[in-house]
């Protein structure tokens, strides 16, 4: 029983290092573009489901990605990128989102570019960039620059994508150990999280594209897609509906 113990605990522990280095491959993301916009912040902010707000994902302000804070959609300017999928850039930026995040940064916006995360037709969130780096020292954000940043947010869409999956797959992993934890008698394997439970409503998208392998070029990204629209289907409301193949 000793050796299950082991086995299992080592693949809890490498399934949460697999999604927590996909986390930090999303941050590194950030700071890269940040270096190419010379900006002297960034973050990704994506929805909270069943609720009118996004939440800061990542960021490489430690503060803002470890503090769960989320601001409304309506009336802040993250939001309005969100819904129009219309990049913006503004220089004394205020909203009630911009004041929350300072309060909680304790630093002062002065120059925001926000973008939208989109690919296929889908926002996956919104890209923000803040303040300028020392040696921009006060110039706004360019026109090019604004256009530079869209296309990392395309960027960001694939990376998202792809955070998304390792996700679900990790997700199914911890399901399945704890349910061998619990089958062999196996003490010490924490249960599922809510993180964990949560992203299982992508079961369905994970399980298609993980048999859509083998397809061809086309019959696969049709497979893909039908997926993705089964598992927005599958969270309205905020609920989550089971499907399995």
Do not use: W
Not at 43 to 59: A, D, K, T
Not at 98 to 113: C, F, G, R, Y
Not at 141 to 157: D, H, V
């Amino acid at each position: 029983m000793s050796d299950f113990a082991t086995i299992l605990g080592r693949l809890h522990e490498h399934s949460g290092a697999l999604l927590a280095d996909a986390t930090a491959m999303l941050r590194r993301l950030v700071a890269d573009a940040c270096g190419a916009l010379a900006a002297a912040e960034g973050s990704i902010l994506v929805p909270v489901e069943g609720r009118n707000e996004l939440r800061f994902f990542v960021s490489i302000n430690p503060v803002l990605e470890s503090s769960g804070l989320s601001i409304p959609v309506d009336g802040s300017i993250s939001g309005y990128v969100f819904t129009t999928r219309q990049a913006m850039a503004k220089i004394k930026p205020e909203s009630a989102g911009v004041s929350k995040a300072d309060e909680v940064a304790q630093s002062k916006t002065s120059h925001l570019l926000a973008v939208p995360i989109v690919d296929d037709d889908r926002v996956y969130g919104v890209a923000t960039f803040v303040n300028r780096t020392e040696e921009k020292g006060d110039t706004p954000f360019s026109i090019e620059e604004l256009r530079t940043a869209q296309a990392y947010g395309e960027i960001y869409a694939t990376a998202m994508k792809l955070h998304r999956k390792i996700e679900f797959s990790t997700s199914v992993a911890r399901l399945e150990v704890a349910e061998h934890a619990s089958q062999f008698g196996v003490a010490g394997i924490p249960e599922p999280s809510e993180e964990v439970l949560a992203a299982m409503r992508y079961r369905l998208p994970g399980l298609l594209a993980e048999r859509a392998a083998d397809l061809p070029e086309r019959e696969r990204e049709l497979l893909y897609r039908i997926g993705e629209l089964i598992g927005e289907y599958a969270g309205i409301g905020g609920e989550t509906v089971a499907y399995d193949l």
